[in-house]
């Protein structure tokens, strides 16, 4: 079982999800994990200590002052032996006091006294998520290195929909995994490129696409849970980066292939997930373009190929490339894997990708086709990197 005799500690915070966290704890239980309980007073007028005990096989705890712990002291005791702490669900107030360093109950107590990792599973309103002063917990939160499982975009309790959804059971037992997890890239330097290029036109416009970065963010922090030394080479996004992981941020492809070869020859393992634009603009001006002057003329020409150049170097870092079509998936990505030289290439119908949270994914190597159905895109790069993780052994001895 995956997570046979870990230790985890399973917080729940007052949200409707905290139903689902009854499933929850029956899968990690099911993985083969020991689980042990703490639950808010909201969280108990939801679902019962008893269920939760049910389906734990152990007591359960939801008072500070719980005198079946030795010197009343459940905020030190509890996390002690735990290898990691989950909440689920997360809300918003709960956020907050673990970003504000606020403890007024067993949980979050227990949460800044941990001597754990802390993994938590956002749920709450679309608008209670949205609110800046829950995205300022949340990026505050992230840098100090908690773990995020979610949310999701879709139906609401409340009747709304939109994002801050809970994730699924399943879709937080697969973090749990990872975080806990064999550190397969341990010791192993990545180098990541994300998001997407913009070729100026003249002093305001300029060309770009519809890439979010979403997917390189979340195959860099992927690689960052196995263990790796992760740099990412982001393009223009706003999102924020890994735990973990460093950042260089540049504008168009030519400062992105400049940034990757500087690198590269250091790093054990190349993912580029970057959509790159395939052309600059040679007459770029530096002032801005005015009306009633004619229709410009804009000359377009090609930038570096920062795949090939990776691929071309001797040694070469293990190289996974990335291909967004909007027709004949399978015979454009192999072709462009075997052109390239690179051993394994994943793939996407542009359509489907661009902006979303989730994703579909097919990865193609020598041995074929390997097909990743939808889920949400830190899901997926888990799954690319555990299929790299099994490449990497034949790719040395080939080499």
Known sequence: MELNGRRVLLGISGGIAAYKAAELCRLLVKAGAEVRVAMTEAACRLVTPVTMQALSGHPVYTDIWDDRVPDNMGHIELSRDRELVVVAPATADFLAKVANGLADDLLSTLCLARACPLLVAPAMNRQMWDYPATQRNV??????????????????????????????????????????????????????????????????????????????????????????????????????????????????????????????QDADLFIGVAAVADYHVANRRDHKLKKGHGVPTIELAENPDILAAVAAMRPPPFCVGFAAETENLGDFAQAKRRKKRIPLLAANLAPDAFGRDDNALTLFDDAGEHVLPRAPKIVLARQLVAHIVQMLPRAKDEA
């Open 139 to 264: 990026t505050t939160l992230r840098a100090d290195g908690v773990l995020f499982a979610g949310p999701a975009a879709g139906d609401q309790a409340c009747g709304e929909t939109g994002m801050g959804r809970m994730a699924e059971p399943a879709e937080i037992l697969a973090a749990v995994v990872a975080a806990l997890g064999h550190k397969a890239l341990a010791g192993k330097r990545v180098l990541v490129t994300a998001g997407p290029t913009y070729e100026p036109i003249d002093a305001v416009r300029g060309i770009t696409n519809l890439s979010s970065g979403k997917m390189g963010f979340a195959v860099a922090q992927a690689a960052a849970e196995a263990g790796a030394r992760v740099t990412i080479i982001a393009g223009p996004t706003q999102l924020p980066t890994p735990a973990g992981v460093e950042r260089q941020d540049v504008l168009t492809g030519r400062e992105m292939h400049d940034a990757v070869m500087r690198r590269a």
